[in-house]
């Protein structure tokens, strides 16, 4: 959020980067351990494993998205698009 927060008022897409929303994913992890290994305490030590390894994917994904403006919706509609343009003709 305050990646967010701090683009919208600077417009500095790298910011985004600086300030990844691993939030979500983390809550995933929660959900899967609640429900596949609800003996298992998450104690800080496997909280900051669990967050570091999270991460490399996240920054990934911030950086196609924001700082190289790739959207994988955009380039499947391209895709399909020059693909049924060449089947058609």
Do not use: C
């Not at 609640?34 to 030590?45: G, L, S, V």
């Not at 380039?75 to 049924?84: E, G, R, V």
């Amino acid at each position: 959020m305050i990646g967010f927060v701090a683009f919208e008022i600077t417009g500095v897409r790298w910011l985004l980067l600086v300030f990844p929303n691993i939030f979500l994913w983390f809550w995933v992890f929660v959900a899967w351990r609640n429900r596949f290994k609800p003996a298992m305490e998450i104690t800080y030590q496997r909280a900051t494993i669990v967050l570091a390894i999270m991460l490399g994917p996240k920054l990934l994904q911030e950086t196609i998205l924001h700082i190289w403006q790739l959207h994988p919706v955009t380039i499947m509609q391209d895709f399909f698009t020059d693909l049924w343009n060449s089947l058609t003709g």
